[in-house]
């Protein structure tokens, strides 16, 4: 059974960090890429950031770009969401998500965690 489960979220004050993490099981990602999307109260899902990890090749919405760092850990099948700077307009549901290629659409994916709550706090 494939599971992906995010860890990490909470309430950070504006301008602080958070680090979240999706362990991944069931099966080898390897070829995959990995994501995360954000869905914040009455607001469409929307792409935050991604990985491969064959190469190693990332990918960020403008709106974080210089503030966050995804990377992960192939041993662990973990992969991790480094927010820096962090402000209330990052409030939302963190999701971790992965499909056969690197994508910004949130219908591309093949499988969903479960979803962890950042709320940054003004």
């Known amino acids: 059974q494939v599971q992906l489960v995010e860890s990490g979220g909470g309430l950070v004050q504006a301008g602080g960090s958070l680090r979240l993490s999706c362990a991944t099981s069931?099966?080898?990602?390897?070829?995959?890429?990995m994501h995360w999307f954000r869905q914040a109260p009455g607001k469409e899902r929307e792409f935050v950031a991604a990985?491969?990890?064959?190469?190693?090749?990332?990918d960020y919405t403008d709106s974080v770009k210089g503030r966050f760092t995804i990377s992960g850990d192939a041993a662990k099948n973990t992969v991790y969401l480094q927010m820096n700077s962090l402000k209330p307009e990052d409030t939302a549901v963190y999701y971790c998500?992965?499909?056969?290629?690197?994508?910004?659409?949130?219908?591309?994916?093949?499988?969903w965690g479960q979803g962890t709550q950042v709320t940054v706090s003004s």
């Open positions: 998500a992965t499909a056969p290629a690197m994508g910004n659409r949130a219908q591309i994916m093949h499988y």
């Open positions: 069931g099966r080898t990602f390897i070829s995959y890429a």
């Open positions: 990985i491969t990890w064959s190469a190693g090749r990332t």
